[in-house]
């Protein structure tokens, strides 16, 4: 079962229901001397209509109602400030106890809405040109404080507006939180509370390669993976997971999952950082490595924030990069900046933070990150 009872406002004896999963639930009204089909009634009333109060669920007895509320309950973060992009994309700041706050992200286009989810308040992963990992590490979230994300979106932009793609590419790494983002990825595609398809929620990773080998198996979600490098020298300095994993072994993952995911392939993700992987020699590196495998790749250019060593690659730099790919038969596309004027793009994620150095490894100053 999740650790679902982090969320500060919940009392510690009762369980928080939002983010377990069916049979997690079922074991927790058997557990009441319950029938265990309450659990798809609840899971249909939490996440199919959005109603999170016991005493709203009409179809339940009030006698079990009223047994719930001593025992159990339905906890979502808190919004603290939500702020609207000039293009449309929106930010929701939440609090998550404990002086921690994390970030959601809902990006609107024309044939479909990305809702982006954090998973960590921080990251303990270090990526060089990433603002999230810049604050360093508090914790892992709860599987409710995930699923929160999306029900309080949904829930803000109400009964019109529907979210179609759902991607872990807020804050922290989804894989270092496993069993919390797995009942979370779950329950988004189960047909008896989000019933999303399969690929339109992505778990993206910096490549955590035995939990990646492990995913295939529990959950095959579509998978992103922040490559961003094409040789193992570069990756260890702008992706440091990379020391563990290297690039081989990452890639061969990958396409172990790729298998499992029958016609599907991996998607991924290459920062463009101007003058240090952005060459044509990285591009023909690049090429070596994905040609002909079942990948695509998503140039993203760099989104900077107060203190970043880096430089986004210039625009006919990315073109031109994005062609060397193309033209070799590899699909490829350029990531849309969305939402930079209110801090809401890739790797501008920094929440916000009391000190999430204390768990830090290393001893880097906490600097605070204004949003
Ligand atoms: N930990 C996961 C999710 C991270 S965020 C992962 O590494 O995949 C999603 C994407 O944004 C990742 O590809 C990440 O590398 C990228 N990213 C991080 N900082 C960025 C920045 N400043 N500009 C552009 N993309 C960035």
């Given at each position: 079962m999740p650790a679902n009872t982090l969320n500060a406002s919940a009392a510690p004896s009762k369980l928080n229901l939002i983010g377990l999963e069916q049979q997690a639930l079922a074991e927790f009204f058997e557990g009441l001397g319950e029938k265990s089909y309450r659990a798809r009634q609840i899971m249909g009333w939490l996440y199919r209509r959005g109603v999170v109060k016991f005493q709203d669920m009409t179809d339940i007895s009030l006698r079990v109602r009223r047994q719930l509320d001593?025992?159990?309950t339905l906890d979502l973060p808190r919004v603290i400030r939500k702020e609207e992009s000039s293009d449309g994309t929106r930010k929701w700041l939440l609090d998550v106890g404990s002086g921690q706050a994390v970030e959601s992200v809902f990006i609107p286009e024309p044939n479909r809405n990305t809702l982006c989810i954090s998973s960590q308040a921080g990251c303990v992963l270090d990526c060089s040109f990433c603002a999230t990992g810049q604050q360093g590490f508090n914790r892992n979230l709860s599987a409710a404080e995930i699923l929160g994300q999306v029900m309080i979106v949904k829930r803000d932009m109400g009964p019109d507006v529907a979210l179609s793609n759902i991607v872990f590419m807020g804050m922290g790494e989804p894989l270092a939180n496993y069993r919390n983002v797995v009942p979370v990825a779950k329950l988004l595609v189960d047909d008896h509370a989000f019933g999303l398809s399969r690929r339109r929620v992505t778990i993206s990773t910096a490549g955590l390669v035995p939990q990646l080998t492990r995913l295939?198996?529990?959950?095959?979600v579509a998978l992103a993976v922040s490559l961003h490098?094409?040789?193992?020298s570069l990756r260890d300095e702008l992706v440091?997971?990379?020391?563990?994993?290297?690039i081989k072994e990452l890639l061969d993952a990958c396409w172990c999952y790729a298998e499992q995911l029958a016609s599907r392939q991996v998607t991924f993700?290459?920062?463009?950082?101007r003058d240090v992987n952005d060459s044509p020699e990285h591009a023909r590196q690049l090429i070596k490595l994905l040609r002909d495998r079942p990948a695509k790749v998503n140039l993203i250019p760099f989104n900077p924030f107060p203190g970043a060593r880096y430089e986004c690659s210039?625009?006919?730099?990315?073109?031109?990069?994005c062609e060397r790919l193309r033209s070799s038969g590899i699909v490829a596309t350029i990531r849309r900046t969305r939402g930079d004027d209110i801090a809401a793009a890739c790797g501008q994620l920094a929440g916000q933070v009391r000190d999430r150095t204390r768990v830090r490894l290393g001893d880097k100053t906490f600097r605070s990150v204004r949003l």
């Amino acid at each position: 079962m999740p650790a679902n009872t982090l969320n500060a406002s919940a009392a510690p004896s009762k369980l928080n229901l939002i983010g377990l999963e069916q049979q997690a639930l079922a074991e927790f009204f058997e557990g009441l001397g319950e029938k265990s089909y309450r659990a798809r009634q609840i899971m249909g009333w939490l996440y199919r209509r959005g109603v999170v109060k016991f005493q709203d669920m009409t179809d339940i007895s009030l006698r079990v109602r009223r047994q719930l509320d001593l025992v159990a309950t339905l906890d979502l973060p808190r919004v603290i400030r939500k702020e609207e992009s000039s293009d449309g994309t929106r930010k929701w700041l939440l609090d998550v106890g404990s002086g921690q706050a994390v970030e959601s992200v809902f990006i609107p286009e024309p044939n479909r809405n990305t809702l982006c989810i954090s998973s960590q308040a921080g990251c303990v992963l270090d990526c060089s040109f990433c603002a999230t990992g810049q604050q360093g590490f508090n914790r892992n979230l709860s599987a409710a404080e995930i699923l929160g994300q999306v029900m309080i979106v949904k829930r803000d932009m109400g009964p019109d507006v529907a979210l179609s793609n759902i991607v872990f590419m807020g804050m922290g790494e989804p894989l270092a939180n496993y069993r919390n983002v797995v009942p979370v990825a779950k329950l988004l595609v189960d047909d008896h509370a989000f019933g999303l398809s399969r690929r339109r929620v992505t778990i993206s990773t910096a490549g955590l390669v035995p939990q990646l080998t492990r995913l295939g198996e529990d959950c095959n979600v579509a998978l992103a993976v922040s490559l961003h490098a094409p040789n193992d020298s570069l990756r260890d300095e702008l992706v440091p997971i990379n020391k563990r994993h290297p690039i081989k072994e990452l890639l061969d993952a990958c396409w172990c999952y790729a298998e499992q995911l029958a016609s599907r392939q991996v998607t991924f993700e290459y920062v463009m950082l101007r003058d240090v992987n952005d060459s044509p020699e990285h591009a023909r590196q690049l090429i070596k490595l994905l040609r002909d495998r079942p990948a695509k790749v998503n140039l993203i250019p760099f989104n900077p924030f107060p203190g970043a060593r880096y430089e986004c690659s210039t625009a006919s730099v990315i073109t031109d990069f994005c062609e060397r790919l193309r033209s070799s038969g590899i699909v490829a596309t350029i990531r849309r900046t969305r939402g930079d004027d209110i801090a809401a793009a890739c790797g501008q994620l920094a929440g916000q933070v009391r000190d999430r150095t204390r768990v830090r490894l290393g001893d880097k100053t906490f600097r605070s990150v204004r949003l």
